[in-house]
């Protein structure tokens, strides 16, 4: 889990360099050689880290719009994930989905940039798991900022009535954008919803990923043998801001210290430490991960750009006659007549 | 660029600045708020950050939480909200961030605020406005890019207002907040004058400090020409002005009609331009299929047949708004594109 951690937060700090090159010295976001928005997760990788520890390749995720930290953690192709980042032709997506848009069907990751909108897929992953009699769950990622929407209330609801095998976990950042937690809702305990859909709800109060982990490990234990959704939710916090270039101004700044001061990572290493692991092998999982990551990062940018004419491919796997100028292929139903 | 009509409305000897879009329609909701108590502004971080596209910059600071507010992401709480409120007699302005993101609050928008007026028999009105941020060009993939004119324009009982300038934004604005039916007030990013989306030279404009209207359902040629008309708005209002230019060099004299207003639709002044020209182009950021310059097209066809020698529409591919640079350059409509399509209608 700690080269996990490590690897997560390098990506991010990797990402905001690149991203920011040529978009200076006036921040121009269309520019550079990352393109669009970009919404890192540093803060964060307690939650996907400890919740996915325990999930194999046939398990489904879906992710927000701030998604890298849990697709690291699913076991998401770094490579082609960076290239989609970078918009390459070879990245999961051809460059069509970009950051916050990644599909990794190898091992049922997928991603919505709509607030809570992955809730209701990752039910339904539950729902195809259940009708066919597998130990698969699934499990939805979603923001504090999340939880007052329809999609998640009405999953944690559709859920609990069919006993789907699904955890629904809630990162609780204390921020949606520039909204604080306690303008947006007057429930302080997100896991307290659950109470209203007799659903099982948890909270862990601290990004501690050891605590996370544990907790997961119960909430997926009990989807994996047939006890129904769990809501799960993780205090974490935002070390950046909300987009990259977001200018943060509406934040005080002893908080955006606080969140900086209190590192998931090193309270891991610490554990680690006093569990007995060297200094060596912690500095080895650092540099595995560094490597791996700055690997990830030269081959995508090495990567090619997407043929234009490849816009006009893949709204369809079986594209209607006359979309494409290739013959159907397919017979048209109905015949002559 | 505005018509004479509107120049008289807004009083003599006025003083004018030039302003961006975003600050023109700030400028406009500010003076109905001040106006009317009634009036009030609420979507997702439009207080204490100002609208994430800048729509609201500033208005915190004059009329506090209670006026200027921000809620939790529940589009269906606070745009059916809206429509409660409005259909007490208030007049709020209600702001979804991005278009996009209607679809989790559709019903809200298309059964509730568009239909109730017509369901009631008239009993019942709906004055709110619902503003949208529209348009790609920055790449952010096909949650966060479309334009989708077409969609709201197709269902009956919505206003639909596009600006393509700061004059035409605080004009349109005073409008929108005044009438008593629902006016959906959709601004592209790429106009608004933010920091970190440069926007083209076209939109900032002089703009009067006093309040005027822009009535809906008049467009406004922002270039008169005598060979081809381009039909079009917001953001390609100002790319059509661009290849305008570089054709005139070449001879090619285009007449640009920005139709501000899709609901009502403007066909009149359409109508005249293609009888004078002969040849039409629209131009538009959503969808080819079933929108805006399918509609275009039919009502000149319905209206001007016999005048029409050549038609071409320039308008985004009908595949979701894809991601990378070059993909989203290829389907999106740009300047190129408009002065291509321009140059062959022109030769037929």
Redesign the interface.
């Known amino acids: 889990m700690f080269e996990d951690m490590v690897t997560a937060r390098y990506y991010e700090e990797r990402l905001q360099e690149e991203y920011l090159e040529g978009k200076q010295p006036?921040?121009?976001?269309?520019a550079g050689p990352i393109?669009?928005?970009l919404h890192l997760a540093a803060g964060h990788e307690a939650a996907g880290i400890g919740v996915c520890h325990h999930l194999r390749d046939d398990d489904t995720v879906t992710a927000p719009h701030r998604p890298h930290h849990i697709a690291i953690a699913k076991g998401v192709d770094l490579k082609r994930m960076t290239a989609?980042i970078f918009?390459?032709e070879t990245?999961l997506?051809k460059?069509?989905?970009?950051h916050?848009?990644l599909f990794d069907p190898d091992v049922n990751f997928a991603c919505?940039?709509?607030?809570?909108?992955g809730c209701p897929p990752a039910a339904g992953a539950a729902l195809a798991a259940k009708k066919r009699n597998t130990d698969a769950v699934a499990v939805a990622f979603l923001g504090e900022?999340?939880i007052?929407?329809?999609?998640f209330l009405e999953s944690l609801n559709f859920a609990g009535v069919h006993d789907l095998p699904v955890v629904f976990v809630v990162e609780d950042n204390d921020w949606?954008?520039?909204?604080p937690k306690e303008?947006?809702?007057d429930v302080e305990d997100g896991s307290k919803r659950a109470d209203g859909f007799a659903v099982h709800g948890e909270r862990v109060e601290y990004d501690d990923v050891e605590a996370v982990h544990e907790a997961a490990g119960r909430a997926i234990g009990r989807a994996r043998d047939g006890n129904g959704p769990t809501l799960l939710e993780v205090q974490v916090h935002r070390r950046m801001g909300h987009f990259m270039?977001d200018p943060q101004?509406?934040r005080p700044e002893a908080d955006q210290e606080a969140a900086t001061a209190r590192d998931s990572i090193e309270r891991l290493a610490d554990t680690l430490r006093a569990h007995g692991v060297g200094e060596d092998e912690l500095a080895e999982s650092r540099k595995a991960a560094e490597e791996r990551v700055d690997d990830a990062i030269a081959w995508a940018k090495e990567q090619p750009?997407?043929?234009?004419?490849?816009?006009?491919e893949d709204?369809w796997v079986n594209p209607p006659s006359g979309v494409t100028d290739e013959e159907p292929a397919f017979e048209l139903a109905g015949g002559d007549d | 660029m505005a018509t004479e009509g509107e120049e008289r409305e807004s009083e003599a000897g006025t003083v004018t600045r030039d302003l961006t879009m975003s600050r023109a329609m700030v400028e406009a909701i500010a003076h109905e708020m001040r106006a009317n108590d009634e009036v009030f502004y609420m979507g997702e971080d439009v207080a204490d950050y100002g609208g994430i596209f800048d729509s609201t910059q500033g208005l915190l600071d004059e009329f506090g939480h209670d006026r200027i507010m921000d809620v939790p992401i529940s589009e269906t709480a606070y745009l059916g909200a809206a429509v409660g409120a409005a259909q007490a007699g208030m007049r709020p302005i209600a702001e979804l961030m991005f278009v996009d993101f209607f679809g989790v609050a559709m019903d809200q928008v298309y059964n509730q605020m568009a239909k109730n007026t017509y369901m009631s028999g008239g009993n019942v009105s709906v004055p709110m406005v619902l503003t949208a941020a529209v348009g790609g060009t920055y790449n952010d993939a096909a949650q966060h890019s479309q334009t989708l004119y077409g969609t709201f324009a197709h269902l009956p009982g919505m206003k639909v207002v596009v600006p393509s300038t700061a004059y035409d934004a605080k004009g349109l604005m005073h409008n929108a907040i005044r009438d008593d039916d629902p006016v959906v007030y959709m601004f592209h990013k790429r106009l608004m004058g933010i920091g970190w989306m440069p926007a083209p030279d076209g939109p900032k404009t002089p703009v009067p400090e006093e309040d005027y209207t822009i009535p809906f359902g008049k467009a406004d040629v922002k270039r008169e020409g005598s060979d081809v008309t381009v039909v079009t708005l917001g953001l390609h209002v100002h790319r059509a002005l661009e290849a305008a230019g570089s054709l005139a060099d070449d001879g090619v004299d285009a007449e640009v009609v920005d139709l501000r207003t899709l609901v009502p639709l403007d066909t009149e002044t359409v109508v005249e331009s293609v009888r004078k020209t002969g040849r039409l182009v629209v131009v538009d950021e959503d969808y080819r299929s079933f929108g805006v310059t399918g509609e275009v097209v039919a009502r000149v066809a319905d209206e001007a047949l016999d005048s029409l020698d050549a038609v071409e529409r320039v308008a985004a591919a009908d595949v979701p708004i894809p991601y990378s640079r070059p993909l989203e350059d290829e389907v999106l409509p740009g300047t190129a594109d408009i002065e291509a399509a321009v140059r062959d209608v022109a030769e037929r």
Request: net charge negative.
């Open positions: 006036a921040f121009d976001i269309s393109p669009g928005e989609e918009g390459r990245g997506g460059g069509k989905g970009g916050m848009h919505s940039g709509i607030i809570a909108q900022g999340a007052d929407q329809g999609g949606a954008i520039s909204m303008r947006v809702t270039g101004t509406y750009e997407p043929d234009p004419a490849a816009a006009h709204v």
